[in-house]
């Protein structure tokens, strides 16, 4: 099965995934007997509704895809965005959710069960941009929260020049380009900036959808991509996945040790690490500004929502052992698909923390 993220909303059709995997019962739960997978399970639902992140769409294709194998149930996961996931969640519509950026308190109390978030791999949002003549940028925590407030204007501003020796900027003005929808990139992203800057805490903030003072949208991964493709002299921010699918262009962006890092698996892996000595009970982190050398500093992970005692008991037999099954030998798709796997100990935290799930 082959996925393309599509224009505009992101819908993706109906994705095939399975019963079957690693179930640990919570406390209501008989003896799980469908583990290992050894094909369709009587005891499990068949079929299951689930919308959100567009961010790790390719890599839950992929596992349902291999989990389909096995076994055979059908899942109609709708990558509509983050913000589009908890809606759906928090009105019930659907079975699960996916998004990129943990749920808030406020988030969490308008629904009235309790939601379990369980982080899946790990992903990094890149600085996208078309400069004519320029093929590689360095961008420190300043130059980056400047750009996106609008107090560094030009590509020629002293600032990027002492960022990148050697390169030739044009005296153009910049144009920021920013997700106009609801997305958990623009967490992740935010997120960062509001942590480097304190000029862009108080006058932007962390969120799915902020306001800048300046720039243009762009619906989605693609719809930014589209925008700085079309634009020369802009800058944008998107997915690493969808950069690397799609070959874009992207800079580097200065970590906490001085290093102008270049977003890859690797180093993603690295912000991960330190985050799992720091995992909180109820998996809502960030890792974004992570200190150590190698890390890439816009880095965070993504997660499916889960209510802990769904109505359907079957359905939520089948939820747990995708689950299970994907932080087991789901994660070995990770690296070839730009996804960073999870950290052991995190990995180990997530499955003991399925067990709050009531089946």
């Known amino acids: 099965m082959k996925f393309r993220l599509a224009a505009s909303a992101l819908a993706v059709a109906t994705l095939i995934a ?11 739960a008989s003896a799980n007997t469908c583990f290992p997978v050894k094909g369709q399970c009587p005891e499990e639902a068949q079929t299951l509704t689930a919308s959100g992140a567009t961010f790790p769409a390719v890599i839950y294709t992929k596992w349902v895809d291999e989990y389909y194998k096995s076994t055979g149930v059908q ?36 629904v009235s069960t309790s939601i379990l978030h369980i982080p899946t791999v790990m992903g990094a ?38 960022d990148n020796p050697g390169v030739t900027f044009p005296s153009a003005n910049i144009t920021p380009v ?27 903030g962390a969120g799915t959808a902020v306001t800048f003072p300046s720039g243009v949208g762009g619906k989605g991964n693609d719809g930014v991509a589209g925008v700085v493709k079309s634009t020369p002299n802009s800058i944008g921010y998107v997915e690493l996945i969808y950069a690397l699918q799609n070959k874009i262009a992207y800079g580097s962006v200065q970590n906490m040790s001085g290093e102008f890092v270049r977003a890859s698996v690797d180093a993603v892996t690295a912000a991960a690490a ?32 889960f ?13 747990v052992d995708f689950v299970r099954w994907a932080l087991g030998d789901g994660q070995k798709y990770c690296r070839d698909l730009g996804y960073a796997p999870l950290p052991e100990g995190v990995v180990a935290l997530e499955t003991e923390a399925l067990k709050r799930i009531k089946l």
């Open 18 to 28: 399975a019963c079957g995997g690693a179930s640990t019962p919570g406390p209501s």
């Open 75 to 110: 899942v109609n996961y709708q990558a509509i965005g983050s913000g589009g996931g908890i809606k759906a969640i928090t009105e019930k519509t659907v079975d699960f959710a996916g998004s990129d950026a943990p749920m808030t308190d406020a988030q969490l109390a308008a």
């Open 125 to 162: 949002v890149v600085p996208t941009f078309n400069i004519p003549g320029v093929t590689k940028l360095n961008l420190t925590p300043d130059t980056l929260a400047g750009i996106y407030l609008g107090t560094i204007k030009t590509w020629n501003d002293p600032k990027l020049a002492t």
């Open 178 to 204: 920013f997700r106009s929808d609801s997305s958990g990139t623009t967490f992740a992203f935010t997120d960062y900036l509001a942590k480097v800057s304190p000029d862009f805490k108080s006058k932007v």
């Open 274 to 305: 330190v985050a799992a000595k720091q995992m909180p009970p109820d998996f809502r982190v960030s890792i974004t500004n992570a200190p150590g050398p190698g890390v890439y500093p816009v880095s965070s992970f993504t997660w499916l929502l």
């Open 307 to 319: 209510y802990e005692n769904p109505k359907d008991k079957k359905k939520a037999k089948i939820m």
